[in-house]
């Protein structure tokens, strides 16, 4: 069994029957075309349902991934050569073109069933095939339509549902000759699947939340998402007047995000850290900076929140610096000049709720001192690589003088 060669059929036929250089195609009858489709349809459930049991006979894990990748690469083979006789003249009669359509969507078939039940033994970090990703796109297309229009997502979670479907589009609307690997194929059609399951839900039975189980679950590390989720926490918790209440459901929300398992080896953006890893280091940030307050004395405090009052009426105008990073470039500078001591203040909010009112950027002219401290905690590498390059070159300048 191990030795069978399942794909035998389907390789003679694109290699040699629909193969315009090796064989006069248009010599076949309609009768002919309509027995390939309906042996194409059988040969792609028997080699689905042979394939386990070829590969579940196997007991060492080398010869798995070596059988599913050889597997895996000659059906892209295959299926750019569906792709390529599509075009071809001799293809246009109609029997033939439904013979061609009916084979690349045998081959999307068996590479969705590879890359679905054997993943783990892919190499998810090789670059995908041209036309490969072209049929995979255009898959992923229609399905993101018809999740896009589905009441469960025209009715529920406005925001977090903007941010997926702005994500989805974008990767398959991409007209850049842009480098993809099959990880982040494959991480698209796991999260479309998951997206599936939650539609055939009950109206009765969702909540707002749930698409952020989901998301959270399959690792979409996406910032937007991640400013996003952080930002509704701190809604909910500022509803409370009293720090009591506030850290009581801050702890309660944080327990609820520890519930929320992740699914093992799935991440959106593979260069940027886990959503889980990111999301908790920030809960922690916040209990730690609401303990803090705990301690203030309520004299200090007083002298507080008389000084944010002061900064209210500074004049938006006149009284600002402006300054040329974004919120988040200047919250990590703020952040390390805190921890290293450069600054010295009773606490890392002490520090932003006396600088942040006197400062102002180019898009913005009131800036949030709380939301500013809050995104220091959640530090994306292209704003860490421009910080880091600022203070570079004011090393230089320093040089100088």
């Excluded at 459930?45 to 386990?52: E, G, P, R």
């Excluded at 009669?93 to 993943?119: A, G």
């Excluded at 339509?145 to 589009?169: C, E, H, P, R, W």
Aim: glycine share 0%.
């Amino acid at each position: 069994m191990n030795q069978t060669y399942l794909l035998e059929w389907l390789d003679l036929l694109v290699t040699c029957t629909l193969n315009p250089s090796k064989t006069d195609v248009n010599a076949l009858t309609e009768v002919q075309s309509k027995a390939i489709i309906e042996k194409t349809i059988e040969q792609t459930l028997f080699i689905q349902s042979q394939f386990k049991i070829k590969v579940f006979s196997l007991n060492k894990e080398k010869q798995i991934k070596i059988i599913v990748e050889n597997y895996h690469s000659s059906l892209i083979i295959f299926l750019d050569n569906a792709i390529e006789r599509s075009h071809h003249v001799d293809f246009e009669r109609f029997d033939l073109k439904q013979v061609i359509h009916t084979l690349i969507s045998c081959f999307d078939e068996l590479l969705s069933f590879l890359e679905t039940r054997f993943s783990s033994y892919l190499s998810l970090d090789m670059l995908v095939p041209a036309t490969y990703l072209v049929v995979s796109k255009k898959k992923l297309r229609h399905k993101i339509d018809k999740l896009q229009n589905s009441a469960t997502f025209t009715v529920n979670n406005q925001k977090a549902t903007g941010i997926l479907f702005n994500n989805l589009y974008s990767f398959v609307n991409s007209k850049r000759n842009k480098k993809v690997t099959f990880r982040q194929v494959l991480y698209r059609k796991q999260l479309i699947k998951e997206l599936e399951l939650l539609n055939f839900l009950d109206n009765k039975d969702l909540n707002s939340s749930k698409l952020d189980e989901i998301l959270i679950y399959m690792n979409f590390n996406s910032r937007s998402f991640i400013n996003y989720f952080t930002q509704c926490v701190v809604d909910k918790i500022n509803c409370f007047d009293s720090l009591t209440g506030k850290m009581e459901n801050l702890l309660l929300y944080f327990k609820e995000f520890n519930q929320i398992h992740g699914k093992d080896g799935v991440i959106l953006n593979s260069h940027h850290q886990d959503l889980k890893t990111v999301l908790s280091d920030w809960f922690k940030h916040e209990i730690i900076y609401l303990e803090k307050k705990f301690l203030f004395p309520a004299a200090t405090l007083r002298d507080i929140d008389k000084n944010q009052h002061n900064y209210v009426a500074i004049d938006a105008t006149k009284d600002k610096v402006l300054c040329k990073l974004s919120t988040d470039q200047t919250a990590l500078i703020l952040r390390a000049s805190n921890e290293l001591n450069i600054l010295i203040a009773k606490s890392m909010n002490h520090v932003f709720k006396t600088i942040v009112p006197f400062l102002s950027t180019p898009h913005k002219v009131d800036l949030s001192y709380d939301a500013m401290r809050s995104k220091s905690y959640v530090a994306e590498d292209r704003d860490k690589k421009i910080v880091i390059e600022t203070l570079e070159r004011m090393i230089t300048r320093i040089k100088e003088y």
